[in-house]
């Protein structure tokens, strides 16, 4: 069967929309191999001690956009406690005691620049570096400048990180057309209740503003 | 034809490539332990090293105990019920001279106990309302008991009572929550010696280590 000059244009439009509107699809997130972000953090045994810092880790990775409006990284969060051991009386574990910031933004040479990338409120600080003098979870809530894993917990689909058009091109080909972000999580281990604890943590790119 | 089958299977290529490359969502899993944990400290935080000195023990026609210049104040945490064992170890005496039908003195003659607890803290589990549990004999806090005749009297309970692993204390979780540096989750026991002077054999110095050991159960 012979296709006529206008068939063939129709099937090349249509493939060349779909590629397009694929391309429109603009933000990347991956981990920093440039792979699907799938990141542990395990903060381990959590033996009390007398120290005033935090066990603290981070998780790092890159996000990429092209979109002309930029780029909102949305994050949301659960959850859960298995307590091994009776509670009476006292304090098991929760949310509000895991410190979450954002700690560094780094900005490779393709980066469109000057930039105005914005953390939330909150989440802008270094859960290591807040010292517990008291012996107790140094965080209070993003409201107040230290913000928890639950405010995450309590604003799903929370907007932590946004700022304007990143790259031209948002390929994952490019070593140098990404933002490295690094979250870090501060925790204090202290005479909670024996259990053990577990919280996924879900970020999406999406369009800006 | 031929040229469609491209084309079309050329897009299909293109929509699945552009699928699996732009990834939009990434996930970071939070994991950790606490553990069973319990604590003995000083009352500065640290190891408990605490020294009772009974110093030189001159009988006199009184029967006043001697309780020694130092007591042991603990510091206890934990986040399950907890016990305290204690366990003395034998007396060693130095430079003892001949006993010559008398006494010598042993661990029978120095009284052992508790002398008094503080049970309640900003996070101390149920402050206020704690039932921690001393071992019958081991209460001392109502003060030791009387000598009447100059000699060692019949206190509840000696260093011989505790010359193996002997539990001397027991309760429910102690702390809320905090680390060994919170100021207001422990509880504070006190040990307590007391012996009277007599006329034992002469000797340049006893000492008895006593070792306590704080367990979750």
């Not at chain 2, 008895?208 to 159960?217: E, G, N």
Request: aromatic fraction near 6%; hydrophobic fraction near 40%; charge should be neutral.
């Amino acid at each position: 069967m012979d296709l006529g000059r206008g068939i063939k244009r129709v099937i090349c439009a249509a493939a060349g929309t779909l590629f397009l509107h694929s391309a429109a699809v603009a933000q990347v997130l991956t981990d920093t191999a440039d792979g699907v972000l799938s990141a542990s953090i395990p903060f381990g045994n959590l033996t009390p001690g007398t120290s005033t810092t935090p066990s603290s880790t981070q998780v790092q990775f890159r996000i990429r956009s092209n979109n002309d409006t930029g780029y909102k990284v949305r994050v949301s969060a659960i959850f859960n406690v298995t307590p091994t051991s009776v509670v009476p009386g006292g304090a098991t574990i929760s949310a509000s005691d895991i410190g979450v910031g954002i700690t560094s933004l780094v900005i490779e040479p393709s980066v469109k620049t000057p930039r105005t990338d914005a953390i939330a409120a909150g989440f802008n600080y270094d859960p290591a570096t807040v010292l517990a003098a008291s012996g107790l979870s140094p965080y209070t809530d993003a409201a107040s400048g230290r913000a928890t894993l639950a405010d995450i917990i309590a604003n799903p689909n929370l907007t932590i990180l946004s700022g304007p058009k990143i790259t031209n091109n948002q390929g994952i080909n490019s070593p140098s057309n990404f933002i490295t972000v690094t979250v870090t999580f501060g925790l204090l281990g202290q005479f909670f209740t024996p259990a053990t604890l577990s919280g996924v943590l879900t970020l999406t790119i999406v369009n800006g503003p | 034809m031929f040229l469609l089958r491209r084309l079309t299977m050329s897009a299909g290529v293109v929509l699945m490539l552009a699928s699996a490359s732009y990834a939009q969502t990434g996930t970071i899993t939070v994991t950790g332990t606490n553990p069973e944990a319990v604590s003995m400290t000083d009352t500065t935080g640290a190891v408990l090293s605490s020294t009772i000195a009974l110093g030189t023990l001159t009988p006199t026609n009184t029967n006043t105990f001697t309780t020694g210049s130092g007591s042991a104040v603990v510091r206890l945490r934990s986040n399950k019920a907890y016990t305290i064992t204690a366990q003395s170890s034998v007396l060693n005496v130095t430079g003892g001279g001949s006993a010559d039908g008398g006494d010598t003195i042993t661990l029978s003659d120095i009284g052992f106990g508790i002398t008094g607890m503080t049970l309640t803290g900003g996070n101390v589990a149920n402050s206020g309302s704690r039932t921690d549990s001393i071992v019958s004999g081991f209460d001392v806090s109502g003060g030791w008991p009387t000598a009447t005749n100059g000699l060692t009297p019949s206190f509840g309970k000696t260093l011989a009572s505790i010359s193996s692993s002997t539990q001397v204390l027991s309760g429910t979780r102690i702390s809320k929550k905090g680390n060994l540096s919170t100021s207001d989750n422990f509880i504070s026991v006190t040990i307590g010696v007391a012996t009277l002077p007599q006329f034992f054999t002469p000797n340049t110095g006893f000492s008895s280590v006593i070792t306590l050991t704080i367990a979750a159960f």
